[in-house]
């Protein structure tokens, strides 16, 4: 005899939806309670400290933030700076929009936008002059520092400008 809603207890409810947890609930029932619990935590942890797909964004933003502020930005000997200008930009609208710290997200972002930028900015050194591997370091740190501190000031923005005096 089926139960009234009222008088469902949690076993109730988690049996109805056995068909549509697959394969997780068969994984969890194998393993000891608080094995399963404390992976269910760390992946939840894990998630709430790095999103791949807010870092998949992120990257889109900041990848064009350093194009556009290569294209853009006419600064003639100093043109990576433009690029991690751009980055630094984008970086700082992100954080501005986006409610949840994006400080992680944007640094890795901000690393593999300028050193891609970097080393094909500079393709003949990275390929034949022996210099690649340094090059791209330097434009992926300076990118990582870039993103990370305009996400910063961009939340930090958007946390002065909400907060009640």
């Known amino acids: 005899?089926?139960?009234?809603?009222?008088?469902?207890?949690?076993?109730?409810?988690?049996?109805?939806f056995t068909d549509v947890l697959g394969d997780?609930?068969?994984?969890?029932?194998?393993?000891?309670?608080e094995t399963s619990s404390f992976l269910q935590r760390a992946k939840h942890r894990a998630v709430g400290f790095f999103s791949p797909r807010l870092f998949l964004y992120t990257l889109v933003l900041l990848g064009g933030g350093t194009v556009a502020g290569n294209a853009f930005i006419p600064l003639p000997f100093l043109d990576n700076l433009?690029?991690?200008?751009?980055?630094?930009?984008?970086a700082f609208v992100l954080g501005l929009a986006v409610e949840r710290s994006t400080i992680?997200?944007?640094?890795?972002?901000?690393?593999?936008?300028?050193?891609?930028?970097?080393?094909?900015?500079?393709?003949?050194?990275?390929?034949f002059g022996?210099?690649?591997?340094?090059?791209?370091?330097?434009?992926?740190?300076?990118?990582?520092?870039?993103?990370?501190?305009?996400?910063?000031?961009?939340?930090?923005?958007?946390?002065g400008l909400t907060t009640d005096i």
């Open 104 to 127: 992680v997200e944007s640094a890795a972002a901000g690393a593999v936008a300028a050193g891609i930028t970097a080393m094909l900015g500079h393709f003949a050194l990275t390929a």
């Open 1 to 16: 005899m089926p139960q009234r809603s009222d008088q469902r207890t949690r076993d109730s409810v988690a049996d109805d």
């Open 24 to 33: 997780d609930s068969a994984d969890a029932e194998s393993q000891s309670p």
């Open 130 to 159: 022996g210099m690649g591997v340094p090059l791209v370091a330097f434009g992926a740190g300076t990118g990582l520092v870039a993103g990370a501190l305009g996400a910063y000031f961009g939340g930090d923005l958007r946390d």
């Open 82 to 90: 433009a690029g991690l200008l751009g980055a630094f930009v984008a």
